[in-house]
């Protein structure tokens, strides 16, 4: 992806789907297609959720956010909204100017329609959370250099990132446990998705899931070290990157 690139309106189905959500109650359905999952949904309901509805990984990323902080690809501004309550000092960004527009109209203080790796966003912070698998915004295995050495612009001295992510290994998983990958594919983590709501359909657009063990090693490539906060339900984490 353009480092620089955000969103048209009209290709813009995820935040087409806030906005309804936000202005009539309900929306259609947000429909996902992907290289490795059947077509699904994603539940429109679910990018409002509060706090209380958060999963426990969310909660613990929120509770450890401190300083001025980054809320990257803040959707609905979920997170930035619970942030906000709780008095912390957090500023949203969003290449979707359906989700900005509609965080704005429901409070969130400090939001910009900008692309993470858009360097003419020069603002620096303490934390830098990416959550609901926020991995997925680096895309690629061999865009993570990218990543890092843009949060070495934007992180503070003694900042951290704090990303959650999930391990699919579980769907190459045979019956008695072994995993079976081709190891001269692609890394299995890394999709391709596409979105749809009602007649707006998105570009497709990569997604990185990453296993903590790969992300760690690719941290320490990277000057960053990885620490396991604590895992979630099923095969997913929340991670905390410093620089080394
Ligand atoms: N964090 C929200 C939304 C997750 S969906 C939540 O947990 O509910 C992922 C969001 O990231 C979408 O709103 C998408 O528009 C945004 N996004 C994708 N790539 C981005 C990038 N490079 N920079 C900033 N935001 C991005």
Redesign the pocket.
């Known amino acids: 992806?353009n480092p620089t690139?955000v969103?048209q309106a009209k290709s813009?189905p995820?935040?087409q789907a806030?906005s309804d959500f936000y202005t009539m109650g309900k929306a259609a359905r947000l429909r996902v297609f992907s290289s490795l999952f059947e077509e699904d949904e994603i539940p429109v309901s679910?990018?409002f959720?509060t706090i209380e509805e958060m999963p426990v990984l969310?909660q613990e990323a929120l509770k450890m956010a401190k300083g001025r902080i980054l809320?990257?690809?803040?959707?609905?501004g979920?997170?930035t909204l619970a942030l906000q309550d709780m008095g912390k000092d957090v500023v949203a960004?969003?290449?979707?100017p359906l989700?900005v527009e509609t965080m704005k109209k429901r409070g969130v203080r400090a939001c910009c329609l900008?692309?993470?790796?858009d360097e003419r966003f020069g603002e620096t912070f303490d934390t830098i959370l990416m959550?609901?698998n926020?991995s997925?915004?680096v895309g690629r295995l061999d865009n993570l250099p990218q990543f890092f050495k843009r949060m070495k612009q934007m992180l503070r001295p003694n900042g951290r990132i704090l990303m959650d992510s999930s391990d699919l290994r579980y769907i190459f998983e045979e019956e008695d446990g072994s995993f079976l990958v081709n190891l001269a594919d692609k890394y299995y983590g890394e999709v391709d998705f596409r979105m749809q709501y009602k007649g707006v359909r998105g570009d497709s657009?990569d997604w990185l899931y990453i296993d903590f063990e790969t992300l760690s090693y690719h941290a320490g490539l990277n000057g960053f070290q990885a620490s396991l906060v604590r895992m979630g339900m099923h095969y997913d984490y929340l991670a905390e990157l410093t620089l080394l």
């Not at 809320?71 to 609905?76: E, F, P, Q, R």
């Not at 960004?93 to 979707?96: G, L």
């Open positions: 992806m690139t969103l813009d995820m935040g806030i679910q990018l959720r969310e809320d990257v690809g803040a959707g609905s979920c997170h960004i969003d290449i979707s989700s900008s692309n993470l790796f959550l609901m926020g997925g915004i657009f």
